[in-house]
């Protein structure tokens, strides 16, 4: 079974800073898909980002983006010029590429603050 | 516009009680599942559909039981049998192909006392 995992409780960063959250997994399987989600808030999943692991480019979404080392089974988020909307939990996912086995596998969430 | 809903948004029960938390989907997904949040976990999966009148169990069904009649609806029964069901619940829908993310509804938090 896949495991996710994120040692970071809490993070903070100033505003308009730099921060990275790190997450790690578990698998056997030489082909997947790494997600970020983002819960403001407001409790709404929010998809942040995600990356096939097929791809060897780090994939990137505008201030968002990941550093996917595939031997080291690691996939860290960095976020670039934090902004205050920027709080919220993040969470890292994992899913298996076979057809029939879509769930997503989180892990316990990192909680980021931003301080104006 | 195309979403998910869950109501209602808050829900309070009596231990032994039954309670049934509604999640419908006009994304024309055919995958749906549930997720528990409880403080300082994860999401857990408690089940998930994949078509019309087929649905698995997760890593967290005792006590829960789901029906799947059409692709929009996925409704999760909270039954007497669930030991600690005062949590957030949150429903997601997707196609069922490759790299498609899940969405996510706004959730409902139950609470039983």
């Known amino acids: 079974a896949q495991t996710v995992t994120q040692s970071q409780p809490e993070m903070s960063v100033q505003e308009a800073e730099t921060v990275t959250l790190s997450c790690t997994y578990d698998t056997s399987e030489s082909d997947y898909y790494l997600f970020w989600y983002k819960q403001p808030p407001s409790r709404q999943m929010i998809l942040v980002i995600r990356q096939e692991a097929y791809k060897q480019q780090n994939a990137t979404e505008n201030r968002f983006s990941v550093n996917f080392q595939k031997a080291a089974k690691s996939f860290s988020l960095k976020i670039s010029d934090s902004q205050l909307g920027d709080a919220a939990m993040y969470f890292c996912?994992?899913?298996?590429?076979?057809?029939?086995?879509?769930?997503?596998?989180f892990g316990t969430g990192t909680r980021l603050t931003i301080i104006p | 516009d195309g979403g998910i809903t869950q109501s209602p948004k808050y829900l309070f029960r009596k231990e032994g009680q039954n309670v049934t938390l509604s999640c419908e989907q006009n994304l024309n997904h055919d995958a749906m599942y549930w997720y528990r949040q409880d403080p300082g976990q994860g999401l857990r999966l408690i089940y998930y559909?994949?078509?019309?009148?087929?649905?698995q169990k997760g890593d967290i069904a005792e006590g829960y039981s789901v029906s799947r009649e059409k692709k929009e609806s996925f409704p999760l029964t909270v039954t007497s049998a669930q030991k600690n069901p005062t949590a957030f619940y949150l429903c997601?829908?997707?196609?069922?192909?490759?790299?498609?993310?899940?969405?996510f509804g706004p959730g409902t938090r139950l609470t039983v006392t």
């Open positions: 996912a994992y899913r298996s590429p076979n057809f029939g086995n879509e769930k997503l596998t």
């Open positions: 559909s994949q078509i019309v009148n087929d649905f």
């Open positions: 997601a829908s997707s196609y069922r192909e490759n790299s498609y993310e899940q969405y």
